[in-house]
């Protein structure tokens, strides 16, 4: 279509229906969403001020005494087993306000066993939670802004993200733009940062792959620190970075390079993500006992167990995997499941997993060279072994001493192997529904949109 002057009319590109979408509808949600009802808020918050003031062990920490009774209040307002909807009172959203920080009344705030993740996790609001708090913001404010930042940093690394890879770029914004995605990135929670530091991770390989030139020493500096954040970020990501096997050699300036490249990815991060797991055994987690939903949880006893009866163990992996609705309900979670949790209502499910689907089989399959079939072998093997791992964690976390399956999984860990599992999904040779997959974003992004602050509104207003 030809304007004024005869200019051409461009559509934008999926990145920027991306951070259109999600930008506003996220910033819509930090005020939406009541404070410490967004899923886990409350471990997570408490391990991030912790972290802020002084602790970076999963220790007890001296807090400002206003941010400790926030906690609290929510803990109690939005105990494990809360039912929606996540409401509070006129009274108790002034309660909320006029809440001090209390720094002149120090309180000690105990390590919560549900949130004990490096504090690399939480480093986009760290140093927000330190700035308000040196200013004297109450502790509502200091929380406020703490999702800001965490929602910012998601925003920025997933435009990135989607801006740098060669492909599929329609189907990585989709992704970006499911609804538990952009309720995510507006709660205080650790997982917007990892899943948009896997993203962005993901997409700098796959730039690699792809290239038709040597890539800068910036460009590698770039795969080499996201790998290692990741790796820090959530240790059960841990096995991503060996993604970059997959760059060809001639994308290096010599073979020293690609020696030197590759192992500062996968090495340090590796051997810091298990010293992290080992340090939170022998100090979190040693003769620890405690009561999640799903019953007693003793870490010790359950580690035992493992090392004792392998076998044992596998087959309670499998059974969980292939004997209950492990499958489907990851898939519906992705969808459309977020926060205590929340699920939208069927109709809305059908319309984003149908759009999605449409949207999918829109773009034209690859021409796979022998690098990106070497990519789509290790995302594979890659990701059955992350489900295992993350499997595992939770076993010995959250499932109850002598479960039969593990308890706790969630379709959103799927998420941080997103675009890995995008490049993994076949195609048509050439695109269904008109070949054009820009042209469904929109539509998609409208109507997840739509759902999530439909349903947001309903359970948090």
């Known amino acids: 279509m ?87 009172s006129v009274d108790e959203w002034q309660r909320l306000r006029d809440q001090p920080l209390g720094a002149d009344r120090p309180k000690l705030l105990e390590p919560n066993a549900i949130a004990v993740l490096h504090p690399v996790a939480y480093l986009p609001q760290i140093p927000v939670i330190a700035a308000a708090q040196a200013m004297g913001a109450n502790p509502l404010g200091i929380f406020l802004a703490g999702r800001l930042a965490g929602l910012l940093a998601a925003l920025g690394l997933t435009f990135a993200a989607i801006r740098i890879v060669p ?70 990501y841990l096995l991503m970075p060996l993604l970059v096997l997959a760059i060809p050699a001639e994308r290096f300036a010599s073979a020293g390079q690609r020696r030197v490249v590759t192992t500062l990815a996968t090495l340090p991060g590796a051997l810091l993500s298990i010293g992290w797991m080992l340090l939170l055994k022998l100090q979190a987690f040693s003769a620890a006992r405690y009561e999640t939903w799903s019953g007693m949880v003793e870490p010790d006893r359950q580690l035992a167990m493992i090392l004792h009866a392998p076998l044992g163990y596998a087959a309670t992996l499998l059974r969980t995997i292939f004997t209950t609705d492990f499958i489907p309900r990851s898939i519906l979670e992705m969808a459309g499941t977020f926060g205590p949790p929340v699920t939208m209502q ?36 890659i990701a059955v072994l992350t489900v295992a ?73």
């Open 2 to 88: 030809s304007g004024a002057g005869g200019s051409r009319f461009r559509r934008p590109g999926p990145e920027w229906v991306f951070l259109l979408v999600a930008g506003l509808t996220g910033l819509a949600l930090i005020f939406l969403i009541t404070p410490l009802a967004g899923g886990n808020e409350v471990p997570n918050f408490q391990r991030a001020v912790g972290i802020a003031n002084g602790e970076w062990r999963v220790r007890p920490v001296m807090v400002p005494g206003g941010v400790a009774d926030f906690l609290d209040a929510g803990a109690a307002r939005f105990s494990e087993g809360a039912k929606p909807p996540y409401r509070l």
């Open 167 to 236: 492909f599929h770029k329609a189907s990585l914004a989709a992704l970006a733009l499911l609804p538990p995605m952009v309720f995510q990135r507006s709660t205080f929670d650790a997982d917007q940062f990892n899943t948009a530091l896997a993203l962005f991770f993901t997409a700098s390989v796959l730039r690699a792959i792809a290239a038709d030139r040597k890539f800068s020493g910036r460009d590698l500096s770039l795969i080499v620190g996201s790998a290692f954040l990741l790796a820090q970020a959530k240790s059960a």
């Open 346 to 381: 069927p109709l809305w499910l059908v319309a984003v997993l149908v759009l999605a689907v449409v949207l999918l089989l829109s773009e034209r399959a690859l021409d796979h060279s022998p690098a990106l079939r070497r990519f789509r072998q290790m995302s594979a093997g």
């Open 389 to 461: 791992l993350i499997l595992s964690l939770l076993y010995l976390q959250w499932t109850r001493v002598g479960g039969p399956v593990v308890d706790g999984w969630s379709g959103r860990y799927l998420f941080p192997l997103g675009l890995a599992l995008l490049v993994l999904c076949p195609r048509p040779k050439a695109g269904l529904f008109g070949g054009r997959p820009e042209r469904w974003l929109g539509v998609f992004a409208a109507i997840c949109a739509l759902s999530l602050m439909v349903t947001v509104v309903a359970t948090y207003r």
